[in-house]
């Protein structure tokens, strides 16, 4: 009874197997229930009663060292012979979790709002439908006055309407809030006017600060932090004078069209600067309207509309995409 | 306004390239929205050099010529001018080329000869008032271009002018401006008028009936005119600003119209009666036609200008048919007003215009400027009309304008501005608009804004001029000084937020829908006729009929959107809305507005997949949502029960549920009846889920308590009964809950089944109990005495048996 030699032929036949079928064999040789191991085993009795002991351990070690080499072996000629015979096809799709988005005006919406959040700026509501007073009048828009036209208003009543912006919001929270006041007004917004570049209903984010010592020259830090936080730090920002009746001065502001960097592209119309929001020094009509003594603060708005960023942060081509909630859209975002 | 820089450049010195200007006058909010040139169209007429002419076969004075056109290949054109010859230098448009009139010059045969182009008269270029013939060019070369031949160069603006800049509507407002960009001046032309006849007074008079609408009215009249088409240069001028030349006594009142921004009316004076004007408001009812023969009905509210017996013209509107300028005018009279803004835009809303000139009244013109309009009229009319001129004005202003000083403290609109701007800087950024100032002491300047500039009445109106003048760019940019507070808590916004986050990750998208709907919606959605979603709120003008009133509930616009998506080949549809719906209100001008929460399910519940047949999605798919739902917000012992009548009517009976909780009704769920999908384009079985945002966070609660996890292990034992159909299985459910055991840990059921072998009208259900301890561990046979007595417990209860 020769387990060296067994021990010796065993592991050379193992380790000489060139595929499971050579392995297979060796392992029934060898390990199997009629192989040469067992058959030492069965044999063990024929020893003398000192030896039985040593060889049954010996028989026992070598056992296991076989089982390893065959493991071993297994592994090496799976390996090489391509796993995908045994393993998973590991390209069929997962079982699908269902996952859905948030629309990507509300997307854009909560990232703008975040922005003015981190610099302190509180968030407020109000009704869709508005008082004449608080979308127009008091923001000193007289009545019969051109600069209604702007704005083409859906009207419920004669005093009555959809707000035409969120602007209402400034007059509600100064009306309710003494100075200072820091807020945001996000919301839908209604105008009477459809086309690629109209829908009746949109989405805006209001902003008012108003304070002690607030200055044009703070409007323009806090607008270019919001730019370069919305579009990257490198993002260079433009105001324009303009009108609108509740701010003085008014200012239409630019930024750097962030599709050709300034070069001029369609987007652009070659301007390489693209118009995103309205804003100005609070009016001191309004201050007087809400109760405010224009005399002891200052204070800046701005207006910003949500679409026109969304459509310019995705390449949107049409705004009326936003409102046909088709899913081959919405699961883009 | 449209701007001809030529035009432009008889007021002020312009040395800034056409660009640079549009850029300059932007910056100074003067808003350059487009630039082109003027003379777009004759890019593709080029000099030709006629070589050799032959008479057409067809005759009629047609003839065939050969051209040089410089391109080393000569073409033929066929022409019909009476001045062509060989030799002659001319000016051929290229095929392609759109003339002035509109014309599209083509290659094409002309009576069986091809002609490449056509040689143009001056008339057909738009370059000169000659039709007789071709043009004949004195220098220049075959092949170059004619507007550089012709000297012919100009760019036109188009500005967007804010509603606060009128003096802006005029070439003379802007041309102060482009003085302010380009540091020249501005130049006012000469009124030079010759001595009148006789005197005004003498011939005519100016009633003023309505001085609150009418402050002033200036009167000249000129005898003995002809009317006839305009010259060139004034039909040039009206043309490159795109007014259409009408006759010149009509022309003349536009032009000063667009160069001093006063608008001018001519009446034939011979058609006034008793002629005289008197300025008065309408009366009730009264009809009026306007020159553009629309017949209107006036109300009290409309100012009129009159002569002695009738309406002559809708004042600062449009004047009337019944006096305007025709062919046989022989005596005019100038109208040069000032209108009280408010009344003319009443008027102009009200009757459906809007003109050149009712757009400059209802922003304001000039009331200093109304004496120096008329008179710059006369003396164009006088040039190009000829006639003579009636000695003197007519100056009815029962209103004077008083200028008003406004003070400004330079250290305050520094601080506005966040400048550091000197007092002397200041007056020279006012001074470049003509906006004159004193020093009242070392920091405050005094102006007296001229009658021109009606939008300077504060001081934060000249803060607004130093700063745009300054230039925006130069402001510094620093970053507001305010305390930071943490804003407070905003619950209601962070529950949406989250609502939104949750049924995100229950799969289902977000979808904006617009918050008008048809005014039909309510009926079909199949709601009763009491139901309070009837109570929609109007829209007075919508924009279309299916966008007639608010909406009163989410679910149309998730059913349109889903009809759409099937359509579209989506057809596993899940989206889900968080917006308002808006209920009018008795006694209240505004509606009451509620945000609600709905969800929408439809198609398939999976796609086919390799793992997975496709299946349907069902009732228990949308309850499965709401149940985690509720889950995610912690909310507890919600009931699902049939709903009352009433609740539901757009959900199909039997097949939806009300949710409750704490005894408050938070929404509905369930199948849609096919008939309303049918309502919205919808061809297959549909799901909703529709909450009252605001009962949903009233039971959702704040915080959650922790409880330790159990610490000895759960036994489950199984029980199956087979009972009556009709038997809901939650009452099972609770009866076992209500033994309060304290060992049931839990129980659910996880097997339904009806038919064979069970009999009919009756079904199986099955239930697993968990049982667990808190105090020990619970041994196989206390649980199954227990369990044993629960069984027993059941099939007492619901005459139950076991299968
Ligand atoms: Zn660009």
Not at chain 2, 251 to 256: A, E, K, Q, R
Request: with cysteine.
């Amino acid at each position: 009874m020769d387990i060296d030699k067994l021990k010796s032929d065993a592991s050379g036949q193992i380790g000489a197997a060139k595929d499971l079928d050579e392995l297979n064999q060796a392992a029934v040789k060898w390990l199997g229930r009629k192989g040469a191991l067992s058959e030492f085993m069965r044999r063990i009795p024929e020893l003398e009663p000192d030896l039985r002991r040593e060889a049954g351990q010996k028989l026992n070690a070598l056992k296991k060292e076989l089982e390893a080499l065959l493991e071993e072996a297994r592994e090496r000629i799976s390996g090489s012979a391509q796993a995908r015979d045994e393993g998973l096809d590991i390209s069929l799709p997962g079982r699908p979790v269902a996952a859905g988005s948030i629309h990507p005006i509300n997307q854009v919406m909560e990232e703008i709002c975040d922005i003015f959040v981190q610099m302190g700026f509180d968030v407020v509501e109000g009704p869709e439908v508005e008082l004449d007073w608080y979308n127009f009048e008091a923001l000193n828009f007289p009545p019969d006055h051109p600069a209604r036209d702007m704005q083409d208003t859906f009207f419920i009543s004669g005093d009555v309407v959809l707000r035409t912006h969120t602007s209402s919001l400034q007059i509600r929270t100064m009306e309710n809030t003494p100075p200072p006041v820091k807020v945001i007004a996000p919301g839908k917004v209604y105008r009477c006017d459809s086309d690629v570049t109209h829908t009746p209903m949109f989405h805006q984010v209001e902003g008012l600060l108003v304070g002690d010592g607030i200055s044009f020259a703070d409007l323009k830090g806090a607008l270019t932090l919001f730019v370069q936080k919305m579009y990257g730090p490198n993002t260079p920002i433009r105001l324009r004078p303009s009108f609108f009746p509740f701010t003085e001065p008014s200012a239409e502001v630019d930024i750097g069209c962030v599709i050709c960097r300034g070069s001029g592209c369609r987007v652009c119309s070659g301007t390489g600067w693209l118009e995103v929001l309205g804003s100005g020094m609070v009016h001191p009509n309004v201050f007087k309207n809400v109760g405010y003594d224009s005399s002891l603060i200052t204070g800046f708005a701005f207006g910003l509309g949500v679409e026109r960023i969304a459509m310019l942060k995705y390449g949107v081509d049409d705004l009326r995409r936003f409102f046909e909630n088709d899913l081959r859209f919405l699961s883009q975002f | 306004m449209i701007v001809s820089i030529n035009w432009l450049r008889q007021f002020v010195e312009i040395n800034l390239a056409p660009r640079e200007l549009a850029h300059r006058l932007t910056m100074a909010g003067l808003e350059v929205e487009g630039v082109s040139d003027r003379y777009a169209w004759l890019d593709s007429v080029k000099a030709a050099r006629v070589l050799s002419v032959a008479p057409h076969p067809a005759g009629e004075n047609l003839t065939i010529c050969t051209l040089d056109m410089g391109s080393g290949q000569p073409c033929t054109v066929v022409c019909g001018a009476p001045n062509v010859r060989q030799g002659m230098l001319s000016a051929l448009a290229l095929p392609g080329t759109v003339l002035p009139g509109g014309r599209t010059v083509a290659q094409s045969a002309i009576r069986g000869v091809e002609s490449f182009g056509m040689l143009c008269s001056a008339a057909e270029l738009g370059t000169g008032p000659d039709k007789s013939g071709i043009v004949e060019l004195e220098k220049g070369a075959p092949g170059e271009k004619i507007a550089h031949l012709l000297n012919l160069a100009d760019t036109v603006f188009e500005i967007g002018v804010t509603p606060n800049r009128p003096d802006c509507l005029s070439f003379l407002g802007v041309a102060r401006e482009a003085a302010a960009v380009c540091g020249t001046r501005l130049v006012r032309p000469q009124i030079i008028l010759p001595k009148g006849e006789g005197t005004i007074e003498e011939i005519t008079s100016v009633a003023i009936e309505a001085p609150e609408h009418c402050p002033r009215y200036v009167a000249r009249v000129i005898r003995n005119i002809t009317v006839g088409p305009s010259p060139f240069w004034l039909q040039d001028h009206l043309l490159s600003v795109g007014l259409r030349p009408i006759n010149n006594i009509v022309d003349v009142t536009n032009f000063v119209m667009m160069e001093t921004g006063q608008p001018l009316h001519a009446f034939d004076f011979d058609l006034l009666e008793e002629g005289r004007i008197v300025v008065r408001t309408a009366q009730e009812g009264e009809k009026f036609t306007t020159l553009d023969g629309k017949e209107k009905i006036l109300s009290s509210s409309n100012l009129m200008i009159c002569d002695g017996k009738k309406p002559v013209a809708l004042a600062g509107v449009m004047g009337g048919e019944n006096s305007e300028i025709n062919p046989n005018t022989k005596t005019v009279l100038i109208e040069s007003a000032c209108f009280s803004p408010m009344s003319i835009r009443k008027t102009a809303k009200s009757l459906g215009y809007h003109t050149d000139a009712s757009h400059r009244f209802e922003r304001g013109v000039d009331p200093t400027g109304c004496s120096a309009a008329a008179a710059r009229a006369a003396q164009l009319m006088l040039e190009v009309a000829g006639g003579v001129l009636v000695e003197g004005e007519i100056d009815a202003n029962p209103v004077p304008w008083e200028p008003k000083e406004v003070c400004l403290s330079v250290k305050r609109a520094n601080a506005v501005l966040g400048t550091d701007l000197s007092c002397g800087q200041m007056q020279g950024l006012l001074a470049s608009v003509e906006l004159e100032t004193k020093t009242l002491d070392s920091d405050t300047l005094s102006v007296t804004p001229p009658g021109f500039r009606v939008d300077i009445s504060i001081p934060e109106d000249l803060v607004e001029e130093i700063a745009r003048l300054f230039g925006y760019d130069n402001i510094p940019v620093t970053a507001p000084k305010l305390p930071m507070e943490v804003p407070p808590p905003r619950p209601a916004m962070s529950f949406r937020k989250k609502l939104r986050n949750i049924m995100v990750n229950l799969g289902f998208f977000e979808a904006v829908n617009y918050s008008f709907v048809a005014a039909d919606t309510p009926a079909r959605l199949g709601l009763s006729e009491d139901d309070p979603r009837q109570a929609t709120l109007a829209v007075a003008n919508p924009l279309s009929e299916d966008q007639a009133v608010m909406r009163t509930s989410l679910l149309p616009g998730l059913l349109a959107a889903t009809g759409r998506n099937v359509n579209l080949q989506n057809r596993s549809v899940r989206l889900f809305e968080l917006g308002k719906v808006f209920f009018a209100r008795a006694n209240e001008p505004l509606p009451s507005e509620q945000f609600m929460l709905a969800a929408i399910l439809s198609g398939e519940r999976n796609p086919l997949s390799w793992h997975e047949k496709a299946a349907p999605c069902d009732f228990y798919d949308i309850k499965g949502a709401a149940q985690a739902l509720f889950e995610a917000l912690k909310i507890k012992a919600v009931d699902f029960v049939r709903p009352a009548p009433g609740q539901a009517d757009t959900l199909l009976p039997g097949h939806c549920a009300a949710m409750i909780c704490q005894n408050k009704l938070l929404g509905i769920l369930g199948q849609i009846r096919p008939e309303v999908c049918t309502n919205f384009d919808l061809k297959q079985r549909a799901f909703l889920l529709e909450m009252d945002v605001e009962a949903l966070r009233a039971v959702t609660p704040d915080t959650v308590a922790f409880s330790p996890p159990p610490r000895y292990p759960f036994v489950l034992r199984d029980i199956t009964l087979v009972l009556d159909k009709a038997v809901p299985s939650a009452e099972i459910l609770e009866k076992v809950r209500q033994m309060k055991h304290p060992w049931v840990e839990s129980v659910w059921v996880f097997d339904v089944y009806e038919g064979k072998p069970i009999e009919k009208g009756k079904k199986s259900l099955s239930f697993r109990i968990t049982y667990r301890a808190d105090d020990k561990t619970l041994t196989d046979g206390e649980v199954n005495t227990l369990h044993d007595n629960i069984g027993k417990t059941l099939l007492n209860a619901f005459d139950a048996t076991l299968p």
